[in-house]
């Protein structure tokens, strides 16, 4: 571990539960972390900005990508691509910023595979008809894609158990504050601190 690289965050959690509107209320906290805006064939929603969101782009595109094994890690979720870029991940963390990436389990799992430093968070909701009220509520699926998504959050929280953290999404601040409190921590491990400090 090298205290001059910034660290990896993951954050999973089941579709609906509160992932973006979590991290837009870090990223409003935290200077020193950057978002990774991973690549996706689904269209974007009202309001999504291409290249901020996400890199929206065609399945020819997706999969030429993969070919040329441009992904750090990448997986099918609801009939759509998802996919995080290697290139930004590297220039990122080399900067000595942080990366959060906002990604599903199976990606996740990837990531901790490839990168045993990463520290992984798992947003869960307070319960599974919250959840189903905030999806429907953000209005952005149809029926079937909110019955898919919901089918797949069951499963995907029998996973949180993976992950170094859960936080859970009740009250919105209460959340942020304990993904910026679990931020800290990781600054503060013995393993980064006592290097800098030795180095002084
Ligand atoms: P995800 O990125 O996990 O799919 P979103 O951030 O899009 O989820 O949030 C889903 C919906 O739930 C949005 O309409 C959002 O405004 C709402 N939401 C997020 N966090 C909370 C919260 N703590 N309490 C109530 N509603 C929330
Ligand atoms: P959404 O369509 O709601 O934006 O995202 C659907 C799911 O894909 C979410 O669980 C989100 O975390 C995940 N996701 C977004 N980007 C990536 C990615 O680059 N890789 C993987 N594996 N999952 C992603």
Redesign the pocket.
Known sequence: MNHDTGILFV??????TG??TVISGLLARRKDIRF?V???T?LP?PGEKNGK??VFCSRENFERAIAQDL?L???E??G?Y???PKKDVAACLAAGYDLL????????M?IMEKCPDAVSVFLCPPSLQELENRLRARG??SEEKILS?LARAKI?CKSAYKYSYIVVNDALETAVRELDAIICAEHCRKELRYCSYINT
């Open positions: 954050l999973s959690g089941p579709s609906g992932k973006s990774s991973s690549m996706t689904r929603r969101n996400y992904f890690e990448y997986t979720y609801s759509e998802y996919g995080t990436l906002d990604i599903e389990v199976d990606g996740a990837q952005t699926e998504r995907e």
